[in-house]
């Protein structure tokens, strides 16, 4: 049977292959974020109930890793009995939430894999260039690095890319340290609503594929940080915005600029087995990418099959302040 009559039977594409034994991937710093940080949405008692039956190490780990005032209520939680079901099903839903933290330590060269082929338009930063030339640029969820080495690539003297996520932020230091211009690019911990820099202290604040209406990626109180920390002058840049966010960029002053597409613009894998793997891991709710991938014998995807828009667009707002 090929593997596409294996897809149209019905096949279940592998989708999380994290255990809950991958936690001790993580360093202590890490491992206290994740348990203490409401962003990754694992609460006492899901954890307790997911470690029970586990090896004593990690459980050892996690309780140090929680404050003092929690300690009680995990060991409360962890002796409570409960059906091997329940224990599973909270498993499952931990490894979930942190399915990409674990993707990030466990397996960073698939994810390397993932997005080295989601190329921007190349007009995007030719346009951009004289905005980013010797200028001190803020990349906001700068992720491992992509659009902060576009930046210094065009003349940006200094960018400080500000990353919430401890795995990416590793993954971008990494390639700081072993990348030529490395030295102009100064990683940092941060979100969009707290961002760990003066006022008025960059010429322009940029955010690639990370900044959302939505105020858990940014919103009205990420806007009003990167308004905050950008200069009179200078400008807020967002590209590759999501479609559904466009009435509220407009609603905002944003100026919109779509660049022109000669031809369907695709997610470039490295081989076909690169593709198929990345679908199998990454698009696992989306059988139509794995079925193109095995129909076509391609390891070019279409954004429209993936579901996502292509990174053609990028909006744009002058910073305006008394």
């Known amino acids: 049977m090929t593997g596409h009559e294996a897809l149209t039977r019905n096949e279940t594409l592998f989708d999380n292959p994290f255990h809950i034994e991958d936690l001790m991937v993580f360093d202590d710093d890490t491992l206290r974020k994740i ?18 039956g586990v090896p004593c190490p990690l459980v050892r780990r996690v309780k140090q890793s929680l404050p003092p005032a929690q300690r009680a209520l995990f060991m409360q939680h962890l002796r409570r009995p409960v059906a091997s079901c329940e224990r599973e099903r909270a498993r499952q839903q931990i490894l979930d939430a942190l399915f990409w933290e674990l993707t990030y330590w466990k397996t960073p060269e698939l994810y390397e894999e993932l997005t080295e082929g989601e190329h921007l338009h190349p007009g995007i930063f030719q346009r951009l260039a004289p905005d980013l030339a010797r200028k001190t640029v803020l990349d906001a969820g700068a992720g491992s690095g992509r659009a902060a080495f576009e930046c210094v690539g065009y003349g940006a003297a200094l960018v400080y890319a500000v990353e919430p996520s401890p795995g990416l932020l590793r993954l971008l230091e990494q390639k700081v340290a072993q990348r030529a211009q490395g030295e102009r690019i100064l990683p940092l911990a941060g979100r969009f609503e707290a961002l760990p820099l003066a006022d008025n202290s960059v010429d322009v604040a940029l955010s690639c594929s990370a900044f959302t ?10 806007l009003a940080e990167m308004k905050r920390v950008t ?17 509220w960029l407009l609603a905002h002053g944003f100026h919109y600029v779509a660049l022109p597409v000669h031809r369907e613009m695709c997610v470039h894998f490295r081989s076909l087995k690169s593709a198929l793997r990345c679908a199998r891991r990454f698009y696992a709710h989306n059988r139509a990418v794995a079925r193109y991938i095995l129909t076509r014998q391609r390891a070019d995807v279409p954004f429209a099959v993936l579901g996502v828009n292509p990174p053609c667009d990028y909006c744009w707002l002058e910073v305006m302040k008394p």
């Open 35 to 52: 348990l203490t940080e409401g962003s990754f949405g694992v609460c006492i008692e899901l954890l307790a109930w997911g470690l029970q």
């Open 213 to 222: 209406a939505r105020p858990e990626q940014g919103g009205e109180p990420g």
């Open 231 to 247: 200069r009179p002058g200078g400008k807020i840049i967002l590209i590759w915005p999501r479609p559904q966010d466009n009435a």
